[in-house]
């Protein structure tokens, strides 16, 4: 031979820092994120599958069993092939939950640290073999290739050499939240090489043996006895068991967990794997049988496990490459496998069974621990070779892993599948599965002279030689724990965590969480809960993490908020600590409050997870979930404010009428409790969901200095379980406040129509008798001419024009209304204002008045002038007599677009308080007896109204003194031809 | 959810009629690759569902 062991080793470092390089070329960002994220990464990286087994013992079992061999590369294409069904659940549970292992999925589904540590154990156990076979196989090809008489040395170098690899490849992180992009794309780049090689080794067997397909066909023609060795195993019965074993272990072996799971970087990636992981192995398989027959053909000098390198050394050129394939699959098969049982050993072994000390560094302590026990386990690895490794087949130490693997199966389909399955059962059947896998296969390994206990042959298995046997063990292995786990499960109670759990992993269910309480009440109790056992800065920095993962801000107090917050801190340091240690890190630290009554659903919480489920719900529950979105619709859009509220008073639904109503957003209401609420709407609806009243028709409210009128109603829900408490409550508010204003102004129309034909009616009666009393003193006067009698019908008379006065302002009044029947234009409010003060200019007691006319040039409203003319002289002449000569009066206007706003403002002695809400309303005056009517204000509000516009009075304006009146009249050129033609 | 157990179903069915796929193998003779020829279909209609199953969503 012309290689050395120094060089054979050479090339494994060689490779081993190639792969390395990618690693860190990845890390460094140097390849683009399509690059690496892309799914063809992903299905080269599963390809860490095939290990040294795959390059050496299938040739050497396709010789042995014929096209039994197809059952490794099936069983894991038929699992692919199936996904979508099969895988994606479980990256689902993995993903959310941040499960990186199987032991975690176990701890988690069935809430108990002893099943994790029980898988962790098993798992280390029953992957043993495996590893050593991985050891054994690069030794081993080490040997045959350079003629070395002890390969265990050999093993012992490759076994550091790995260790060494291992920990730069994956312990430089100490979470999961991190992948580890760099191991995947090593790991992809691996496969690649192994399939190459591979591929290359059966290409130069067609061609440097057979001359080329023609050649091997023929070849196959003169010895028939190739291909009937081929086929006749097939019909012993055991392929069935075979498809099964492969089938079922290829997911819940750790590397390939770990490849498709954890360090999954793309998971839509999975749906590429369904179809190119079958073809990647199909191009393995096909090289099997060619491989095979020409090691046959060229009397390969090795044994039929080898015949990878036996082609290459038969034929004179490339052993070398069966050599790379072989050292490719052992190297990344040992890597990852060793990386994925030191996570599980860190979580569910070490973890538990020390506690915390906040007085270390977290991190580093995980990191530093998680290489020591990559350094142990591959040492265990080394140490099974030594004990047993080295003089057993491949096919035996592969097949001893796969079986074992199965003992998982049925937890895992219960976890899945049945959530009725619980830990009681899970423990007895993964126990009893193992002890026979251990018994009956593991022991007679071990130990040569191992006689399998004769109590075994009430399940068939008395018969049974060894792993030669091993379809057998398989078979009753399986049933026996898949039948114990069921019978276990049925029988024995399940707690209530297990359920919620159980719930939480079934597929097709979604997880129905439950509300309670939480003891800490601000994101810094959760700091401080946390700074016990992780240390202040860790816990400060976990969640920081946490808030940023849901986008909460640190203020946050919202119950729901918290419960997502707690959720969110248990997932993620359920990636750094595994998860029973941070389910129990958040019992312990950050309790629920004990149950008072019953807890209710978490239904916003149900509705954001069936929002993200939409796309995979069909037939059924798709047709029911349009149906929720529809009455969720229905109830959003309603355009009355309504508001759900859980049993224990928690906000849960909040429609966008309240929204609107209260200009408070439902990503501020909802999971909070109605005294949260700012005020005054927290007062207004906590008293009203607490009292006893169920309607309260108007209610007055305050709100931002404008008066809101609101009618509220509220409901309790009835519980959807009977015999229980009721499940909540429903508050519908509407607000009435223009309805209010419209009452308000069709009972003051009322009284002024009313007043107004009282007024016509006393008008008339009133006025013949004072025309004739005034006709007598008239006479009176002429009559006589003494001086007494004179003044006194100058008196009589005086008195007499003023109850004509009065009673001509009661017809001007009882003719207001008259409005609509005539034709209105343009009004000059400047001219109209100005022409107004002339006229009061003419009156003695104003003419020293000053009056500051402000008006805008051209701002004209849709009205009657005259009309317009009176209500200014009654305004202007109010504000007169309420000011002193020296105090201006100022009248302004505003163009506001629809409209123009006039406002006459003075600095008088302003309205009193108790006139200000009547001021509008007929005989209702400030001014002394005898000075005014009352009617001057009514006047003016009858006409304002006439004319589309509204009048409303500010006094006092100072704080102190003064009195502004504002009207508000259509804008001409705006609304003037609606107005007209009305 | 229905596909799913339909498709469960489905597969245990296959896999219980094996026998007579396996009995068209063995009497393959010379033609060795049948089963790869079986596999290769079963790739591409893999290949189809999950094309189609991408273009109707975004997800899994």
């Known amino acids: 031979m012309a290689y050395s062991v120094g060089q054979l080793i050479l090339i494994a470092c060689g490779y081993l820092m190639f792969l390395f390089l990618v690693a860190w070329i990845t890390e460094r960002g140097w390849l683009p994120a399509r690059l690496v994220r892309h799914p063809l990464v992903y299905v080269f990286s599963l390809g860490v599958y095939a290990s040294a087994w795959a390059v050496y013992g299938t040739v050497g079992y396709a010789y042995q069993y014929g096209y039994n061999f197809l059952a490794y590369f099936l069983g894991i294409s038929g699992v692919f092939l199936m996904a979508p069904v099969l895988l994606a659940p479980i990256l689902r549970l993995t993903t959310t939950y941040q499960l990186g292992s199987l032991a975690d999925i176990f701890a988690f589904r069935y809430r108990s640290r002893i099943a994790g540590a029980l898988t962790t154990v098993m798992m280390v156990i029953g992957m043993l073999p495996l590893l050593s076979l991985q050891l054994k196989a690069v030794a081993e090809s080490i040997q045959i290739l350079t003629g070395e008489p002890d390969p265990s040395w050999v093993a012992f170098w490759f076994c550091l050499l790995i260790t060494l690899f291992a920990i730069l490849f994956g312990a430089r992180h100490a979470t999961a939240r991190e992948r580890h992009e760099g191991l995947v794309v090593a790991i992809a780049t691996e496969s690649l090489i192994k399939v190459a090689a591979f591929a290359a080794v059966a290409v130069l067997g067609l061609y440097g043996v057979f001359d080329g397909p023609q050649g091997l066909t023929q070849w196959l023609g003169q010895h028939p006895e190739m291909l009937s060795r081929l086929y006749a195993p097939l019909q012993d019965g055991s392929w069935h068991g075979l498809i099964m074993a492969f089938f079922v272990s290829a997911v819940v072996m750790p590397h390939m967990f770990y490849m498709a799971f954890t360090e999954n970087l793309n998971p839509r990636a999975l749906v590429s794997a369904s179809w190119g992981l079958p073809l990647l192995f199909l191009g393995m398989a096909l090289c099997v049988p060619i491989i095979l027959w020409s090691a046959l053909a060229s009397n390969a000098p090795t044994s039929p496990d080898y015949f990878a390198l036996g082609v290459g050394m038969a034929t004179g050129q490339g052993a070398l490459l069966g050599y790379l394939a072989g050292l490719a699959g052992a190297s990344g098969m040992l890597i990852v496998a060793t990386l994925a049982l030191s996570g599980m050993c860190l979580n569910h072994l070490v973890l538990p069974a020390s506690p915390l000390s906040a007085a270390q560094d977290l991190y580093r302590n995980l990191l530093w621990t998680r290489r020591v026990l990559i350094a142990a386990i591959l040492a265990l690895a080394y140490l099974f070779y030594r004990l047993a490794g080295w003089s057993h087949s491949s096919v035996e130490l592969g097949v001893l892993t796969f079986v074992a693997a199965l003992q998982f199966v049925p937890g895992l389909i219960g976890a899945l599948f049945w959530p009725s399955g619980n830990r009681n059962g899970l423990f007895a059947g993964m126990i009893a599965g193992f002890t026979l896998w251990a018994l009956a296969l593991l022991l007679p390994i071990l130990h040569a002279p191992w006689q399998i206990p004769r109590i075994l042959g009430l399940i068939g298995l008395n018969d049974v030689q060894g792993v030669s046997q091993w379809n057998q063990v398989a078979i009753a292995s399986i049933v026996f724990n898949g039948v114990i786990y069921a019978i276990v499960s049925i029988i024995t109670p399940m707690s209530r965590s297990e359920r919620t759990a159980a719930e939480a992993c079934a597929v097709g269910s979604l997880r129905r969480p439950y509300r309670w309480e939480l003891g800490a009440q601000t994101v810094d109790d959760f700091i401080h809960a946390l700074s016990a056992p992780l240390g202040p800065v860790t816990a400060a920095r976990e969640v920081e993490m946490a808030l940023r993962d849901l986008r909460i801000k640190h203020s946050e107090t919202r119950p729901y908020a918290l419960r997502r917050l707690r959720d969110q801190l248990e997932t993620n340091l359920s990636g750094l600590l595994g998860p029973s240690v941070s389910h129990q890190l958040m019992d312990d630290n950050l309790p629920y409050k004990p149950e008072e009554g019953e807890s209710s659903e978490d239904i916003r919480f149900i509705e954001s997870r069936l929002e993200q489920y939409r796309d995979k719900l069909s037939g059924l529950a798709a047709e029911l979930d349009s149906l929720r979105r529809f009455h969720r619709q229905t109830l959003l859009e309603l355009p009355i404010g309504v508001i759900s509220l859980g049993a224990d008073g928690e906000i849960i639904g909040w429609n966008r009428a309240m929204e609107a109503l209260t200009d408070i957003s439902d990503d501020d209401t909802i999971g909070s409790r109605l005294d949260h609420l700012p005020s005054p709407w927290g007062e207004l609806l906590a008293d009203f969901s607490r009292g006893e009243t169920t309607h309260n028709p108007q209610r007055h409210l305050q709100v931002e200095g404008l008066s809101r009128w609101l009618s509220l109603h509220k409901s309790q829900i009835q519980s959807q379980v009977p015999n229980e408490q009721a499940g909540g409550q429903v508050i519908v508010l509407e607000d009435i406040t223009d309805l209010r204003q419209m009452e308000s102004h069709l009972a003051h129309n009322e009284r002024l129509a009313s007043i107004g034909r009282l007024a016509a009616g006393v008008a008339h009666e009133i006025g013949n008798p004072v025309t004739a009393i005034a006709c007598l003193a008239q006479n009176l006067d002429g009559h006589s001419d003494a001086e007494e009698q004179q003044l006194s019908a100058a008196q009589i008379m005086e008195q007499t024009r003023r109850i004509t006065r009065i009673v001509e302002s009661l017809v001007t009044f009882s003719h207001s209304g008259g409005f609509r029947d005539t034709i209105h234009g343009p009004v000059d409010l400047r001219a109209t204002v100005q022409e107004a003060i002339a006229l009061l200019l003419l009156d003695p007691d104003h003419r020293l008045q000053h009056f500051d006319n402000l008006c805008g040039s051209g701002h004209e409203v849709v009205g009657d002038p005259q009309r317009l003319l009176q209500v200014f002289v009654n305004l202007l002449g109010n504000a007169a007599d309420a000011s002193d000569d020296e105090s201006p009066i100022v009248i302004r206007s505003e163009d506001n677009g629809e409209c123009i706003a006039i406002q006459v403002e003075d600095h008088g002695h302003g309205v009193p308080a108790e006139l200000r809400e009547a001021l509008f309303e007929p005989f209702v005056t400030s001014k002394p007896p005898g000075r005014g009517t009352g009617l001057g204000l009514a006047l003016v509000y009858s006409i304002i109204e006439d004319h589309h516009g509204a009048v409303r009075v500010q006094s006092p304006i100072d704080g102190v003194r003064g009195t502004r009146f504002i009207i508000e009249l259509p804008r001409y050129g705006t609304t003037s031809a609606s107005l007209q033609t009305e | ?60």
């Open chain 2, 1 to 60: 959810m229905y596909t799913d157990r339909l498709l469960i179903i489905f597969i245990l069915g296959t896999y219980l009629l094996s026998p007579a796929i396996i009995d068209w193998w063995s009497e393959g003779g010379r033609a060795w690759y049948r089963p790869y020829l079986i596999w290769l279909g079963l790739i591409a209609l893999s290949y189809w569902i999950a094309r189609s199953r991408s273009r109707d969503s975004d997800g899994l």
